[in-house]
């Protein structure tokens, strides 16, 4: 069985995956990009270090205390180095919620536009 990579596009055998951490699913990415992009945050986590003690996720604007919890078992803290995956730059702290979030956005600007006027009030249907 085979499933592609969503990072390098390769179509590899299902070995070539990780399980997803408390999930019984594989991850998205092969256990060799996975490798690399654990590499850059670790990077970027050194150059940066961490985030104040009462740093506020720029998107839910929640705060360490109000997230405990958040993240999955294997989670040391509360919060994700998000990065461009293209340029490899540093762009922030988020909490683990609002960068899976951003991620399944694909980071596309246009399509987290979409979902506001998705949400707006007026798309709302009248019964």
Partial sequence: MTKKCSKCKQELDTSSFSRCSGGSYLRPECKKCGYELQKE??????????????????????????????????????????????????????????????????????RLWRAIEYLSPKNEQKC
Wanted: hydrophobic share 20%.
């Fill in 41 to 110: 945050r670790i990077r970027i986590r050194k150059e940066q270090g961490d985030p104040p003690k009462d740093y506020k996720c720029p998107i839910c604007v929640k705060d360490n205390e109000e997230l405990k919890g958040v993240g999955g078992k294997r989670a040391k803290d509360c919060w994700t180095v998000d990065h461009n995956h293209e340029t490899k730059k540093f762009r922030g702290y988020l909490c683990h919620n609002c960068n899976r979030a951003i991620g399944n956005f694909k980071d596309d600007i246009e």
